[in-house]
């Protein structure tokens, strides 16, 4: 998938159990937090280690480096390769077999993010809210950011659903 095509679900090459314990693997810890403040202050080291990312990333997860990943909260299923970029649920588009509405004939990722970390026994992420998308971002390594603790606030840990939402009506 090349970075001018548009997003296209996608279905991860790996398992998401092992998605889970790369995850833990990567988890921030000193040392990460010190190697990503050295990669951080080299320009071309940062751009190297960001290429590195983005191969391994898009080959594994169709990522499509948002700078922001929500790959340990969706099964290890990129929500940007959706078409519609949707970061917290499919569309109301999807089709009874979970068909995407833009791509009929691929799955939906959300689908396939709720298959995957089902199956892994991690349903229960796929209820914390992602924030906005900072565009900003879009290219840049998400594991520099992820060790130097920028990563924190990405999600909620709330549901919202405990607290009926207030509507103004006139």
Known sequence: MSASEGPRPTRPWIAAATGYRLGRVLAPNRAYRWLAGRIEARPR??????????????RLFGCRMCG???LPATG??????????LRNGPCGGVAPNGDCEVYPG???VWVIA??????????????????PVDHRLAGASSWL???QGR????????DGLDRPVAVHRP
């Not at 709720?114 to 924030?131: I, K, S, V």
């Not at 924190?152 to 840990?157: S, V």
């Open 45 to 58: 080291l940062r751009r190297w280690f960001t290429a590195a990312e983005r191969r391994s990333k898009e």
């Open 68 to 70: 922001q990943c929500a």
């Open 76 to 85: 290890y299923a990129c929500p940007m390769s959706c078409p519609k970029q």
């Open 106 to 108: 691929d799955r939906c």
């Open 114 to 131: 709720y298959e995957r970390a089902e199956q892994a026994g991690h349903a229960r992420d796929l209820t914390l809210l992602q924030r």
């Open 145 to 147: 950011g992820y060790w």
């Open 151 to 158: 990563d924190e606030h990405l999600w909620t840990g709330d």
